[in-house]
């Protein structure tokens, strides 16, 4: 069984032994040591600062092996012998291990002259054939606080659009992210103001694998796990590069932040095959539908819900009306991300179609907005299959839903399943998406699915549909015997989704070449099939960026927005009434280079009635995406930001559970920093203060009211 989602291997660490010979490793930033005869990293240092990262009580392991049969792990530290060799810029290292495995571990480790960069490969071989689940390299266990108190101490986590995880020596726990799926990219970091400690995989071909972070208060741990094909071989090799690094301030400014990994990533990450052109690049090409890059906003509405009077109900017939005052209220077209189309109800699926309403009322829907200048968008609720669903809100009418019959039919044999056959039925009828299983994205379903309904969709006047529910394009491994891929990990799931997401592409652009694609959550892997791609860069306080200690960064848009710019989430809940939170999201979809949105869903909420300042802000988004920032929003790359001397507002963010609260800070104004590809530069400022903020910036004196947001041009 796969070890993938929630049980991982344990970081075995022996007590430090006698002293011993130990081979060393230096790149420009950090020089690595090992126990000649133990087969533990015992010292990992920055030598700007001098700095020791590892406990010197323990020793950790170079690497674990976990075995498909659940066997104890092989651990280079429970290795019979271990040969070390220094070879000038390169250390070999060579474990044997006895009994039954009869398992020899060589890892190679080289420096790549002058740059911070130390990069290892593993290979394991096995005098009999036996299937690998799992293999964790490399690991450090890094000790806590990193300096001083702690209080400065953080680490960087590629969850969705990025995370940093403050003081982890209070705030303890796992995360596990999986890639491709909720890690859109592959690199973690340890840092303070002064030093820190960058991990990466160099993997172009989507193999799938889990980026681990732990913190126990005593240590902060952070760790690759590869997951194999579970198929029983003698020889297996990490075919790319793993990376350890050092870190130093981004250009620009004094101390070490998170954009330092961010831009250490980047340097190798734009040289891959996702990044053969940038997003100025394919708009030009035509492979980027032109409406995309111009401005507009988003209107997340449902066809359930809220009437004016109160009362729910079929809110389709007054869709026209409603992207129009927007679109005025904004002074911009609308993409009407219609919510609720669903034939059963919200998130029911596989069985879409008549969408709700009727075709002939959908269909004069759909063409209407298109008349209108407005374009259309729609959620799939990825591979799922809801078997039931009874749920009710205070803006829904009550479903009640049971597809199990039809899903024994045609749907089980190609469901996720264990190694039995046996598939994973999940979720509750009276939450969320419902009870539900998850189709394998390797079988003819899975391609019938996705596939017929986007094109079932833009039959019915949709311009983009965004597979959704497959986070990041990452899914639970399958173990089925007769899916015909192999069990646990591998390349086989991100390689079928990549050609299912690309027939959709195909099939829709050879109808239609404004036609667009997008999935939930970005992920590097995908980025060629992008047009754009559902962000929530707005968000803290709640998935995925929540948990205590947990702050959002935009980690992907500083990497990537140049060769892909996404949207600003279904999720900005703009009002009638003052809202800190609704001023914080539209500033943060401006300054982050998202497309503007407004997230109604089943609320009702009269344009003409949203608050002025949230309404002001939104504007000034539009109008200099029209004009002065238009370049920067749509093809820029983002750069290190440095801190406005601004005051800072208190806020309390709210968990999806409701009742969790949040408090977290942030300045009054918030900024971007920018770069065209012909060397221009420019910073955007949004005002979400309760007053005026009066500031100074590069010797320039600025005062900007409440939803005000300005761009300038960087000297």
């Known amino acids: 069984m796969s070890i993938f989602a929630g049980s991982f291997v344990p970081m075995i660490v022996v007590a430090a032994a006698s002293a011993a ?48 049969d659940g066997s104890p792990p092989l651990a280079s530290t429970n290795a019979a012998s271990v040969d070390i060799r220094s070879d000038g810029d390169s250390v070999t290292i060579e474990a044997a291990h006895e009994g039954r495995e009869g398992a020899s571990v060589t890892c190679r480790f080289r420096a790549v002259k ?61 995360r596990a992210l999986p890639y491709p799926g909720s890690a ?85 990450a734009v040289a891959q095959q996702w990044c053969r052109q940038t997003a100025a690049q394919r708009v030009a090409a035509g492979d980027i539908p032109a409406w995309l890059a111009e401005p507009r906003m988003i209107l997340c509405f449902s066809l359930r819900g809220l009437m004016p009077d109160g009362r729910v109900g079929n809110r389709l017939p007054l869709v026209v009306e409603q992207a129009d005052r927007w679109g005025k209220i904004v002074g911009a077209p609308i993409t009407c991300l219609i919510m609720s189309w669903e034939k059963l109800d919200t998130w029911v699926t596989p069985d879409y179609f008549p969408p709700f309403g009727g075709e002939d009322a959908f269909a004069a829907m759909t063409r209407a907005l298109h008349a209108r200048g407005h374009r259309t968008m729609v959620f799939l609720s990825g591979l799922h299959w809801t078997l039931r669903k009874d749920l009710a809100g205070p803006d829904r009418p009550h479903v009640l839903v049971d597809q199990r019959e039809d899903f024994e039919r045609r749907g089980r044999q190609s469901a996720i399943s264990d190694a039995k056959g046996v598939a994973e039925i999940i979720g509750k009828p009276t939450e969320g998406v419902g009870e539900h299983a998850t189709i394998c994205a390797s079988t ?39 899916h015909g891929h192999p069990p646990g990990g591998g390349a086989w799931c991100s390689e079928a989704l990549y050609r299912v997401f690309g027939d959709i592409r195909k099939e829709g652009r050879s109808r239609d070449s404004q036609f667009a694609f997008a999935i939930e959550e970005p992920n590097e892997f995908y980025l060629p099939l992008l047009d754009t791609y559902h962000a929530r860069d707005l968000h803290q306080g709640r998935w995925p960026r929540s948990g205590a200690g947990v702050l959002g960064v935009p980690l992907f848009t500083h990497v990537y927005h140049d060769y892909s710019a996404g949207y600003g989430s279904e999720g900005c809940y703009v009002s009638d009434k003052p809202s800190q939170l609704a001023l914080y999201q539209i500033g943060m979809n401006l300054v982050c280079g998202k497309i503007p949105a407004v997230a109604l869903w089943g609320r ?73 590809a012909d060397g221009r530069r420019a910073n955007l400022f949004a005002c979400i203060g309760e007053g005026p903020v009066a500031f100074e910036f590069r010797g320039e004196r600025m005062r900007l009211e409440p939803g005000e947001a300005v761009v300038r041009a960087a000297r």
């Open 21 to 68: 010979p130990t081979a060393f490793l230096e790149s420009a930033a950090i020089r690595l040591e090992w126990d000649a005869g133990g087969g533990a990293l015992v010292s990992l240092k920055d030598k700007a600062t001098g700095r020791e990262w590892l406990d010197p009580a323990a020793r950790t392991p170079i690497y674990v092996i976990q075995f498909a």
């Open 114 to 174: 002058g740059s911070p960069h130390i990069l290892g490969r593993l290979a394991v071989h096995s005098k009999v054939p036996r299937a690998i689940a799992d293999v964790r390299f490399p690991m450090v266990r890094l000790r806590l606080p990193f300096s001083g108190n702690g209080e400065d101490d953080c680490i960087l986590r590629p969850e969705c659009d990025g995370v940093v995880l403050r003081q982890p020596g209070t705030n303890m726990g796992e």
């Open 184 to 268: 859109s990219l592959q690199m973690v970091a340890a840092f303070d103001p002064a030093a820190g400690v960058y991990m990466a995989a160099r993997d172009a071909g989507g193999h799938s694998k889990s980026f681990v972070t732990r913190s126990n208060g005593k240590t902060a741990d952070l760790s690759i796990s590869h997951l194999l094909p579970q198929v029983p071989i003698t020889r297996w090799e990490l075919g790319y590069d793993v990376d350890l690094a050092g870190l130093r301030p981004s250009g620009g400014l004094d101390k070490i932040t998170w954009e330092a990994a961010a831009d250490l990533y980047r340097t190798w």
């Open 444 to 482: 003819p379903l899975a391609r019938e699915i996705l596939l017929g309904a986007s094109m079932g969709c833009q039959a019915r006047g949709i311009d983009c549909v965004q597979v959704d529910q497959i986070v990041g394009g990452g899914m639970r491994p399958c173990y089925h015997p007769g």
């Open 604 to 676: 009702w909420l009269d344009p003409e009635k949203m608050d002025p300042v949230q309404r002001r802000l939104l504007r000034a988004h539009i109008e200099l995406w029209r004009g002065p920032a238009g370049e920067f929003l749509n093809f820029g790359q983002r750069v290190a930001s440095p801190e406005l001397d601004v005051p800072r507002l208190d806020m309390a963010f709210t968990e999806k559970d409701g009742k969790t609260r949040r408090p977290l800070s942030f300045p009054s104004v918030l900024h971007g920093a920018w770069r065209l």
